[in-house]
Structure formats: C-alpha cells, structure tokens
C-alpha cells in the first residue's frame, strides 16, 4: 500500500488523453496495476482513475507531479493525486443511535478502512464508551436551537485542528448549516435511511410501512445545501412485507444502513469518487 | 387443484376467529393444507388465507359455504371462497413493448398461471402475431384523443362478454378512465417501471438516470383512480451505475417488470392479496 | 412481549390438527397472534407455529398446558410452549475473530435478540475486552490438542452452571467433540463462511476465489455430528468478481457472515425454526 | 456500433503495456471509448479491454491491426480485435425446455444480442414453432445411444457451413462428445441449474429440495470436456423456503437460468471475458 499511489481525473473527453497519462507514468517508470476509466457520451466528460507502483519510479515524486500537471493543462483536467502512505482523517458524528458509529469503528479496527478516525463528536455523551473502547477521543458537542452555531464552530475547530479530510454523518441527528456544508464540498458523507428519492425528510420508516412498499432502503450520499438531494454514492434495499411493523423496518433498515454508510466511506477514502452533474461516478 | 379450494378472510381482530374458521371446515370434512394470518394491531385487522381439500368433505359445498357465511356474519367478515377447479379469466391489455405480453403468455403455456387468458387487447396490431402464436384470441382496438371513450366501451363490451375477472396491463401505455377503473377495484394490475413512490409519471428511466441512483426498481401495483398510487403488490430492484445509458437502464429494467407482474399476477390468481388502508396483505 | 407465549407443534399430518390446537386456545381464553403453518405432503407431516395473548386467559397456565397436553397426545405431537417472559441463555464461543461476536453482542444491547448473553468463551484471550465492554462475562478457555476433552469439559460445567439454552458458534475455530455436540441437539448453531453444499471444510474464501465464483456465500446451521452437514437455517450470498483478492472476499463474507449468523440466532430464540428430515422449517 | 471495435488482451504482466496500447491506438487516430484492465498478482497476468472509435482513424485499419500485432508480439499478447459491424453467428441447442429458447430469442428480436441467430437445433421437434415464430431456420436431429455421433456430425455440418461462432446450450439435455467440445474452446456456453460447484450432475433442484438449501442458484458456464467443471461465467440466486415443492424450485429456477444464460451470452457477444486457469474475467 505505501507504493501505491492513485490518480483520479475529470476533464472533456478528446482523443488522447488515455495515451499521454499512460505515456507520462510509463515514462518516470511507474507500472499501472489498475486501471478504469468513463466517457459520459451525453456530458462529453472523460473520467479515469488509475493506480499504479511507486516502487519503480525512475524519477522521483516532484518530477512525476510536474509531469502529471503538465498533462492536466494540455486536457483541461481536474485531477487528484493520493498517495497510499498517507492516511487521511476522518471525523466520525454521531448521535443516539450507535449501529453506524460501531459498525464504522469495528471496520476501522479490522483494517477494512484506510484511514486515520481522528475523533468522534456527539451531541450526546452515550457514545463516549464507545469511542473510548476503540480508544478514538471524543468530543461530547450539545446542540440546542440557541447554541447551534456556536456548536458548528467548535466541530470545525477540532476538525481543523486534527486536519480532518472527511466527515462521516453516523446517522447524526442533527442538520449542518450551509455555511459548515460549503466548507466540505463533497467530503460530507451522510447516510439516509431510505431508498432516495423516496421518503425524503423525517421518518422513511414510517413513510414506507403507511405506504405498504415491499422493499426498504439505504441511500449515502454527500451532502449539499440541498436536504438528502446530494450525490448518491451506494444503494441497497431489503424485501419486506405486511408482517413487518415499523420497528421491524427499523431493524432491517439498521443493517442496510451499516453497510451502506460503510461501502460510502471506503469507495471515498479509496479515492474511486468523482461527482459531476449532481451524481457520481463510483470506480469499483 | 381440482379438490382445493381456497379461504380468505378478512375481518375486526377479536378472539375465537381462528377456531371458528376451523372448526367450521373440519365440521364439514375438510382438511387444511395450508394457512396463514396476519393481525395488523395498528388498525385492529385480521386476515387469514386458508387452503383445504375438499375430497375428503363429508357434506357438499351449499352446506360448507352455508357454514362459513354464518361465520362470516358472526365475526363481519370479507371473505372469498375459490374452488381450485375454476379458472378464472384475464384479459392482458398491450401496446407496443411486447416483453411483458411474452412473458405472462410463456408462463401461461408452462402452467405458472392457473387461469385461462381470454384475450389480448392492443391499441397496437403488432402483439398479434404473438397472441396467435399462443393460440389466444386477439383485438386491435385503436385509441386516439376522440376515440378513447369509444374504444374503452368497446374493450369492456369484449371483456364482459368473456367474462374477463382480471386485466393486466403489461406495459399498456393508455392510461384507464376513472369509470372503467371503478369498474375493476382491485382487479386490475399495472406495471410502473420504477421503485414507486420514486419516480411516478412518465419516463421513470430517464429520471433515474438524471438522479444518478444506483439501483433501479420495477412496482406492480393494483389500478386506482389516482395515477401510480394504487396499493402495490410487488416490488424489485436491481443494481445499476454510471455506467449505464438510460438504455441500458430499459434494458435491464425490462427484466425485472416481468418478473414483478408475473408475481403479482400470480398472487391474485391464487388468492393470495388482501388490500386495505390502500396496501396489501400478500400471503406468501 | 410478557403476556405472549409461542407454541411449536411437528406431527403426522391429519385432519383436525389446526381446529384442535385453535380450540383448545379458544377454550382457556388466548388470543392467537399469529399462526403459521406448513404441511410437508412428501414426509406427511403437519408443523404450525402459534403466538398467542396470554392476558386474556381464562383459566391458568397449568391448565392451559394441560389441554394442549392431551391434544398433543391426541395427535402424536411433539410440541414445546414458550414464554415471552423467559429470556433464554446462551453462550457465545469466539476465536480471534471478531466480527461476529461484536455483531451479536450489539444487536442484544440493541434489544434484537429476545435473550441473555450468559457469557462469552474463547480460546483466546483477545474477546475479553469485547464482553468487558458489554457487561457479559468472559472465559477464557485455551484450547490445545492434548487439553481438549479437559477444556470441553470446562466449557460444559459453566454452561451448566448459568442453566444456558443454546450456544452459539461466532466463528469459533474449534471442532466441537461428538459428545458436546450430542448433549445439545439443535442448541448448537454455527456459522459457516460458504454457501453449503459448496465448499465444505477449510478456507472456503481461497476454495471460491481458485473456482472463480461469482458469487460467494455464508450459511448458517445446527451442529451436528457431521461437520459443515447439519440442518441448514439461513444463507444468503453477495456478488463478486475477477477483481476480488482472497482478502476481499473475506472482507465480503464478513457482511454475510454477521447477518446469516444473527439471523439463524433470531428465528431460534424466536421459537421459528423445526428440525425434520436433516433440514428445517423456518416461519417468518 | 458499426464504427467501434474491442481489443482483448491477455499477456505477461510488465510495465508500459498501457502507454504502448494506447500509444498505437492513438497513433492511428482511434479514440478510445472505454478501457477496463485487471491485473491477476497472484498469476502475473494482465488483462484489458478497450472499445475504441474507428470512424476518427487516420490510417486504415490494415495499418492499425499491423501496429497492434508489432505491440502484442512485444508484449507476447494473446489479443482479439472485433469489429462492432460483424456480428457474429450463434447457434442454440435446445430440449423440450423451451423458457431459455423463448427468452434468447425474445431478446434477439429486442436488439438485446448482438448477433445473428443462424440457427435453433434440437433433438425435439417441440421447438420448430417458436423456431418459425421468429424467423429462426430450425434443425431437428434426434439423438439415441445408437445415433448420437452421426447426429453430432450433422450438427457440426451446419454450424460449419452457417460459420457459427458460438453454441449455446439452452437447457439441451444432451452431453457434446469430447471431440465436439474441443472443436470449440471457450465458445460453448452453458446453463446449469443450480449455484455450481453445489449440486453438480443431475436434478440438482431435487438436491436442493432434499438438503434444505434456503437459496436456489444458477451457473452459466463455457463447456470443457469435465462436465458442470468449465470456467463460470456468471450465477445469480434466489430465496427458497420450506415452502417450496421441487416444482416451487423449477419454476423459481427458471427465471434464473433465463437471466443468467443471457448475461453470459452477451457478455460473450460483446467480447467482456477473458478465460485463464479455468475462470474467466468478465469486464462490465
């Protein structure tokens, strides 16, 4: 892992562009393991993600990312570099509901997610043993109507003390302001507890057993300014039937949700998210 | 299936209504096969669906459903009695997409469907060839904006005539009247090719595909005056990405709107649906 | 969940059964909940679940028992009648891996399993710490092969001690003796990283991965003295591919490993599963 | 489709194939649409697949397979170029089960196959109406102990002079000859009903039905001279229960080995697999 580095790219799609990166790697002397890459037909937009070996390089690190921008000017990309040593930071926030926050940490532990948890924040302090069981510090942050902002504040100086990447809502209850949203554009990871777009708002669960439907859902996205209407990242539903009360939807949706939330995280820290026209393109 | 006939019941909950129904039927010779209920405490419903034999009934069928009507009065029951020797008919209404026509009509010839299919109605000539391949009586009835009540009457004309108890609309893109739908409650299924309530109204795969979601549905669903919001019968999804054109999001569509019609084709053919509260109980 | 008792019935299939049981319930004032039912007309032999409102009885669970008693008789029944209000025990076994046991152990802090976690063993320190954290004692019990008969015979006598009811194998890399298994028949349930009859035995994640499967699995079974070849309970799989390493399907089948194995302890603890034939009947 | 061609590569694993594919493709003036590569670490082996724009091309394409053979001798490349514009010839051979006849040819009507279907063989006549339905020549060649090599000689005469490319087994209840077999590697393509390597060889759904198996599978597969052994080309999976009779499980199979023989026909098709060590690699 800590020779391996990956390159995600965006740009308008044009002839050429899968030749000079391939061109401009094979040349410093890096060998590409992986490979994937999209043309949206309709949006004319090239996507690529691309891992390949450090171990081989030729050159050096500074000469390759010189190249690379080189490259990125002549197609007008956007591009990422992340390199497999660093581990970037994340910031779990979670509130009562503790499945999402376990599960998250228990994946952390097993190895499954390549990443530094830096903290956790609640607005409540039940979760502190949890925390402290994977021995992750806690920040116990209460939210109410009056100290919202100045609760934000104090999230956002002890994420960006801990220069934390990405924030992870562990079903946590409470809704970010715009102005916390706008800082991290498409590094707010949020899990709905519904199949978007149905059921937005409150209560999916309730929603769906009025309604009768015969399968639940999980949706995480990013989220924007705009309520459960950001980028869908991972989807999945769970048959269910008559016999099914809401708490039993509840149940069913909490393994959903783990899996979703989780799937979300590790396709975000293993760099295989590009957002573009208010969707993704997920690499897998 | 000629000696089985089937029981479905619904009714307030209140004590005695199992032992009632069994006792009534063992009193009269009949051996269950199979039965299943369902309480819903929230609205204080029972339901129960009960298959037995009648080869072994030791009175006729004027005393035994004589025995269950004094039941039904005691307790204010809904129910229904279908003998398994009576084919019921179904009259499936097409245009032009022919997968679901084909489908319901090959499981027909393989025996899926206990049931006679009396006609195949199109506004279209092309399924005629198909309905004749399968030996099933074929109308052309045209619909344009003048002609659609006329042609409504003439469909019912035919469908009365036949004796026709269920219509299914397999991708049939002429949307029913109130009066013809009032006609049928809960005796005509559609097929909306979308994880309903996502996606109602027209061309569901190019919203699906705006939305960027990762998964897309097909929703079989009972026919009511309100478009695409009768109680739904079945439900399936299946995974998609970015990868997929809005046509390949047909095409893989297509597979799951056979199967979830057929599905709940079946389930109505067996007596399996109980609606209320505008869902369903289905016994599975 | 107090006032609810479930009673489990298997017998030779005949007439009467359902009007019998149903009566005799009627008689002492119960309320069925729920009834579930299912003939095997291959093996002739009749199942049913019944959940039933203790709050209205009549008469008293004495006698009530006693009525059942003589229907049992009437008809060759085994049977077994559980209170709500009885919490069975179990006992976890885990090895070093950890994914299933802080599964369990979360769904029964959650209030999933209708149970008490009695205690958790391992032949390996690492857990303690896990049960610490959920208040559930720990025992540490290594296992080596001259220690084996000794340490099975330690496992037994704190399982007799806390009077424990079903033990649940959470990835436990032991093969239980033909004697423990013999004391506990159908008490025993354990998770196996495949979906059985395929892959049997060791390492089933490199056995999928030499097959190139597409999918792989996880079952979930009572213990028998065959191993990998007792009653199955549940399974499901997940997709996979040319991508996936053998890592990355352990990573996968952890997911299915959690779910089927909490599930197969649910239906259990839930009164939901009969054994016959060397498979089950499982009512949901 | 007539101006894209798809390159198929499988080689070594070295550093530079990339740049140097794309380099020739780009030198000639192809525009690369979509490229997929997976590198195999454990074999050392690497695979791509890139769809590319021909109608660009600033060469022709004598010059372009020249450079791509100059590319792949370097790099020792198994390769295959197919040209969008040719489609290619399949053949289906058939039983008395017609639901994966019926389903292929549904979806060759569809546009869903790009192909053209030369021919339906069978050993039934059954077959010839759906054969004619669709404007498809049939053959019928019964097959008998005393006849099978003469009627496998037929067979290979036609497809030898209709120049078939692939043969798909759609429920043909005859074993190909080892000779047979040979003459076409890796262009067989199979459908057995159940989740191989569970339950090979005959009436696998009664295997189900007798293990107690809570999900019923199907494999679609390339057919090597060990029978049920060739690489897997795709599964899928249901839910079964106590519930179902052997008939249940056909008829819930059914659905399956339709969806899952068609996948793997297409995927064929559209030149996504790649065969090595007895698996394939399926690009999507």
């Known amino acids: ?33 992986d490979s994937d890459q999209h043309t949206d037909p309709v949006a004319a937009l090239f ?24 490259v990125g ?35 952390y532990r097993a190895g499954e997610l390549a990443c530094e948890v830096a ?14 069981h994977f021995d992750v510090p806690f920040h116990h942050i209460p939210v109410t109507a009056a100290t919202k902002a100045e609760a934000e504040e104090k999230a956002c100086e002890l994420i960006a003390a801990a220069n934390v990447d990405l924030i992870v809502l562990a079903r946590y209850m409470q809704i970010l302001s715009a102005e916390l949203v706008a800082k991290f554009p498409s590094r707010i990871i949020n899990i709905h507890h519904s199949f978007l777009p149905a059921f937005v ?24 300014a705009d309520l459960d209407q950001g980028p869908i990242i991972e989807q999945a539903t769970i048959r269910c039937s008559h016999r099914d009360s809401v708490d039993d939807l509840v149940r069913k949706g909490r393994d959903l949700e783990k ?4 799937a979300a995280v590790r396709y975000h820290l293993e760099d295989r998210i590009l957002v573009y026209a208010g969707k993704t393109v997920v690499f897998d």
Chains 1, 2, 3, 4 share one sequence.
């Open 47 to 70: 996507f690529q993600r691309i891992r390949f070996d450090l171990s081989t390089l030729t050159t050096d690190k500074v000469a390759l990312e010189h190249g690379i921008k080189e």
């Open 201 to 224: 708002g409150a209560n999916p669960y309730r929603q769906a057993y009025v309604k009768g439907v015969k399968l639940i859902g999980a949706t995480s996205h990013y989220v924007t």
């Open 119 to 132: 903290m956790v924040i609640s607005n409540h302090p039940d979760a502190e043993p949890i925390a402290r």
């Open 73 to 107: 000017e002549r197609f007008q990309m956007d591009w990422r570099l992340a390199y497999g040593h660093h581990k970037r930071k994340i910031a779990i926030f979670a509130s009562k509901q503790e499945h999402c926050l376990y599960d998250l940490l228990i994946r």
């Open 259 to 262: 899996r979703v939330l989780a």
């Open 1 to 33: 892992m800590d020779r391996v580095a990956t390159l995600l790219v965006a740009c308008p799609d044009r002839k050429g562009i899968v030749a000079s990166l391939a061109q401009v790697l094979y040349g410093h002397g890096a060998n590409i393991l």
